[in-house]
């Protein structure tokens, strides 16, 4: 589900990118507009989540999934990388342009952790600690 919801979003992008450029073509402008994502709210991530461990092995990751999702991430933090950079050391109006997609990547980034996260059992969820043994 993640890999589908993820590839959707990039044909979005895509065809975001098309458009734009034959509005370049035609107008000569860059015109930003609204690039929506397709990515769930942060509590229905959560509960599909849940939802995913409870399908789980106790003892486990199914490693074929957990390594396609850290390959997943490295593109994805590669991508949210270059879209940092278009936002960085473009003029004003790219950066305008780019920077809805930097959110979305980001955005990209953060889902596939959590999945990868829940798959592998690493104890952290959206970057926090889900436990600590050492906590009083």
């Known amino acids: 589900k993640v890999f589908d919801v993820l590839a959707e979003e990039e ?7 098309q458009h734009k450029l034959e ?8 015109v930003p507009g609204e690039l929506e994502t397709k990515l769930p709210t942060k509590s ?14 106790p003892e486990g990751v199914l490693e074929t999934e957990a ?3 850290r390959k997943a991430l490295a593109v994805e933090e590669e991508t949210s990388a270059f879209y940092k950079r278009m ?18 990547e980001d955005g990209h980034v953060a889902i596939v952790q959590a999945e990868l ?13 889900e436990f600590d043994l050492e906590a009083g």
């Open 44 to 57: 229905a991530i959560e509960a599909g989540v849940k939802k995913l461990e409870r399908q789980l092995a």
């Open 87 to 104: 936002v960085d050391e473009l003029p004003a109006e790219g950066r305008e342009f780019f920077a809805p997609f930097r959110a979305i």
């Open 67 to 69: 390594e396609l999702l």
């Open 11 to 17: 044909q979005g992008h895509i065809d975001y990118l």
């Open 23 to 30: 509005k370049l073509r035609e107008t000569g402008e860059i």
């Open 117 to 129: 996260d829940s798959v592998t059992q690493s104890g952290f969820w959206f970057d926090y600690r």
